[in-house]
């Protein structure tokens, strides 16, 4: 593995852009990727909408991409953004880092910002293990993000049934404990595009603010981060059904609750399913409506020009993320 800082790569931390959406009021969205037309959408959709962003992988997608592209990919992206005309802040930040060696190699290799995600382990070994990260990060000006509390929910190798909502007693002397940067917390958002199984007309179960507002409180200015927040349109599900797929009626986060979170000390909003599902949805749709279609720029082509919709819609209409470049 080739020793890179993220400095060369032209990325930075997330320190300025949480300082940002704290004064002013947003959240900066994390949008995750697997692949170059994925990456290519989130950059061009931020730049578009003069948005900072956080691209995300888990240790999974940085597996199936290949670690010796995501640098060079990471690159790309800060001069595609300069190329639309806007160099937006970019993080290259790896989601749900499962040790000390994980982080570790992210950070040697150019990641500006990382997880160290050891909520299911007991609340004395989740300081330890992120005072670890925390103690290496530092030393290289990357910045780190830890996790209080379970979602439930499965998203790549982060499985849990059950949720525990953050307890707020416990945050102080974690962020004491640790020194981290910004803290993920469950106040019943969760992982995947299945979140809420719902009866017709029934809505899903409302986000614990209380939560969040008595945390808010005890550690003012802090930065708090939402995963789990992808809002699930019907009308994405509806279109995958429609063309051969299967997915169960299925509900996400409504777009006012996050509307509200962004406005609060959320400044970090993550967002991995909705960009899947327009993805996928549109592909069917060209497979479906073009059986005999056969060249892949004819169907990721368009999926990606859906996803930069996606996300121009998120950053300006959910997040508040837009126009916050110039
Ligand atoms: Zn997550």
């Known amino acids: 593995m080739k020793k890179v800082h993220y400095s060369e790569l032209g990325l930075v931390n997330t320190n300025a852009m949480f300082a940002a959406a704290m004064k002013e009021g947003f959240a900066v969205p994390a949008y995750n990727f697997n692949n170059m037309e994925q990456l290519q959408a989130i950059i061009t959709g931020c730049a578009k909408s ?11 997608a940085r597996k199936y991409i290949g670690e010796p592209f995501l640098p060079h990919m990471a690159a790309a992206a800060v001069d595609l953004s300069k190329e639309i005309g806007l160099q937006i802040p970019i993080a290259l930040h790896l989601d749900h880092g499962n040790s000390f060696e994980l982080a570790k190699e992210c950070i040697d290799s150019g990641f500006s910002s990382v997880m160290i995600d050891a909520s299911h382990h007991s609340f004395e070994e989740n300081i330890e293990m992120t005072k670890q990260v ?7 000006d990357v910045t780190v993000e830890a996790e209080l509390g379970v979602l439930a929910g499965i998203e790549d190798e982060v499985v849990a049934e059950k949720s525990t909502y953050t307890k707020p007693e416990e945050v102080k002397s974690f962020l004491e404990g640790t020194g981290v940067d910004s803290l993920a917390i469950s106040i019943g958002t969760s992982h995947g595009a299945f979140k809420f199984k719902l009866e017709p007309g029934q809505e ?40 051969g797929g299967q997915m169960d009626n299925t509900a996400g986060i409504p777009e006012e609750q996050l509307r509200r979170a962004a406005a609060s000390a959320v400044c970090k909003v993550n967002i991995d399913s909705d960009g899947r599902l327009a993805m996928t949805a549109t592909i069917r749709e060209i497979l479906s409506e073009n ?11 368009p999926a990606r020009e859906e996803l930069i919709k996606m996300v121009m819609y998120k950053n300006t209409h959910v997040l508040g993320s837009a126009g916050r470049v110039k």
């Open 134 to 140: 925390v103690d290496y990060a530092h030393q290289h």
């Open 204 to 243: 899903p179960p409302p986000l614990r603010f209380d939560i969040l507002e008595e945390i808010e409180q005890l550690v003012p200015g802090f930065p708090i981060v939402l995963h789990g927040a992808s809002s699930v349109p019907p009308e994405d599900i509806a279109k995958i059904n429609k063309y």
């Open 291 to 301: 059986p005999s279609e056969f060249d892949p720029r004819k169907y990721l082509g």
């Open 50 to 60: 003069g948005s900072p962003v956080i691209i995300q992988v888990s240790g999974s």
